[in-house]
């Protein structure tokens, strides 16, 4: 086997689709530290500038101390905390469904709820752009398991059709990682109506950015818990904390508690973030300017590389995806603003289609317009990374 494996990574570093890791010595943030060195990131997920927020930090301080660091057993055993409750009841309110459920991250969520609910007599469609834990959990499951065409409703229709299963579930982020465009969740939600089915949204990078006060995709398009009966979301990416949750009926919930293996068998999160968490809710629904400047700085972004004819997805998110197309180009363009001073993430196959490879490049609260003008004079120097 050793030998195999050897052999399996060095194939991966000929192709150019090696992963290494950064060591990160200084508080997530827009500035950081790496290796010694100083950068401009545009690769985090910290959307709003929260991940090292002041009032955050303290509450998580304050909290360490009256609860402890660990939790020290799942929810059903003795770790279910007034902590992780107080926030449960936030998430509902928030986002208008009957309760929420924690769970320990939004890979654990996704794979978790999706085996609650279904199982070999049971068919789950799924966005073919679809996030990895959305992918695994329907694959695990074992009911009968398709991908339908990047938000091709009439692909997905012919499948329901078709279809003899007894529960049927559609699946899709919210909000597409490496693209960043939205799934179309309104006409998704008439369709499983129309066909019996039951919608499922993973809104990790909807939640805290969508909608007037921030509740994420369910508010952006205006869908109440019968139109979107199942919503995941993160605390690690806009809320800049950690964990995550799922929102809907006092039926899914309790379902979840007593069939969710990922939940039941699982410590739960330490009481001291689920504090963190609630403060950063707290600020999310406040500090609107703070949605209102991550949209400026995608538009200025977005037009000045327009200027420099950079190939753009369409998004009007904060993930923007330069494709560039080859591996070898993209680790090129990448290393040549980290030589500028920028980290950006250079994303390859197997993470997106071959052929496809880019640069995903995220905005935050945090930056600046002149960090961002900075990296789009980066970017044009890039001359021969471009397609």
Not at 3 to 16: H, I, P, T, V
Not at 74 to 93: Q, T
Not at 190 to 210: C, I, N, P, R, Y
């Amino acid at each position: 086997m050793e030998e195999e494996l050897k052999s399996a990574l060095a194939a991966r570093k000929e192709d150019n689709l090696f992963r290494y890791r950064r060591v990160l010595e200084s508080a997530q943030g827009p500035s950081i530290t790496v290796g010694g060195q100083g950068y401009t990131a545009f690769c985090s997920n910290d959307y709003l500038g929260l991940a090292n927020h002041p009032e955050i930090g303290e509450t998580l301080r304050k909290a360490s101390f009256e609860y402890g660091v660990g939790s020290g057993a799942s929810h059903l055993v003795c770790g279910h905390s007034k902590e992780h409750h107080l926030l449960e009841e936030s998430l509902a309110e928030f986002t208008g469904r009957d309760r929420a459920l924690l769970f320990s991250s939004g890979y654990m969520a996704n794979v978790g709820t999706i085996n609650a609910l279904l199982d070999k007599r049971d068919a789950i469609f799924e966005d073919r752009l679809n996030h990895a834990s959305l992918l695994d959990g329907g694959l695990l499951s074992g009911a009968r398991f398709q991908r339908f065409l990047h938000n091709d409703l009439d692909n997905l229709t012919n499948r329901l059709q078709r279809t003899t299963s007894r529960r049927k579930l559609i699946a899709v982020d919210s909000v597409f990682s490496m693209d960043g465009d939205c799934a179309p969740l309104c006409e998704l939600s008439a369709l499983a109506e129309s066909h019996q089915a039951t919608l499922m949204a993973d809104d990790a990078h909807g939640f805290g950015v969508l909608g007037e006060k921030g509740a994420g995709c369910a508010e952006h398009f205006s869908l109440d818990q019968t139109q979107l009966p199942v919503l995941m979301g993160t605390f690690g990416k806009a809320l800049g904390t950690y964990g995550a949750f799922v929102a809907g009926s006092e039926t899914l919930i309790e379902t979840l508690i007593q069939f969710s293996r990922n939940y039941i068998y699982t410590t739960a999160l330490p009481p001291a973030i689920a504090a963190a968490t609630r403060k950063s809710l707290a600020l999310v629904e406040s500090e609107t300017w703070r949605r209102d400047k991550l949209l400026s700085l995608v538009a200025r972004f977005r037009q000045g590389a327009e200027q420099l004819g950079l190939s753009l997805l369409e998004s009007g998110t904060a993930i923007q995806a330069v494709i560039i197309g080859d591996a070898e180009k993209t680790m090129r363009a990448a290393l040549h603003l980290e030589n500028a001073g920028f980290l950006v993430g250079a994303i390859r196959p197997p993470t997106v289609a071959v052929g496809s490879a880019r640069l995903r490049i995220t905005l935050s609260a945090g930056h600046s317009e002149q960090m961002v003008d900075a990296l789009l004079t980066a970017l044009d120097s890039c001359k021969d990374s471009r397609p």
